[in-house]
């Protein structure tokens, strides 16, 4: 091999033909992965010579899926400011004298499971 730019043992260093040959191994391998798999894509070499992976799984979305994580997130918020409203009412209610605790019904509590 003449080179004019690299000396000769900067040239000895590397074993291109070895490399060469791992390379086309590994792509003879994702060859045949995208055969058994369609899903696997083959990685591309770019202009300046790095290795580019392209990741593509199609995804399938269910309308009945989507509906019921959409009301279990709703029903999860919910849940989180019914707490929020309930710790509010509980410090409300604590910070009530015995007068102005004549005028609650006791009930109350006992229906929304508050302790004071």
């Known amino acids: ?3 004019t730019l690299l000396e ?3 040239l000895s260093l590397y074993d291109y033909v070895k490399a060469r040959n791992m390379i086309s191994d590994i792509f003879k391998l994702f060859k045949y992965l995208k055969r058994i798999d369609d899903k696997i894509c083959i990685p591309r070499i770019t202009i300046d010579y790095r290795v580019r992976y392209e990741q593509f799984v ?6 009945v899926e989507n509906f019921v994580l959409k009301n279990l997130m709703l029903e999860s918020k919910l849940e ?3 707490k929020q409203l309930l710790s509010k009412i509980t410090i409300a209610l604590r910070k009530l004298n015995d007068l102005e ?3 609650f019904d006791p009930n109350l509590y006992e229906e929304f499971n508050l302790t004071i």
């Open 8 to 10: 000769k043992d900067e």
């Open 80 to 82: 989180f400011q019914r």
């Open 58 to 63: 199609p995804v399938k979305t269910s309308v």
């Open 1 to 3: 091999m003449n080179n």
């Open 101 to 103: 605790m004549q005028i």
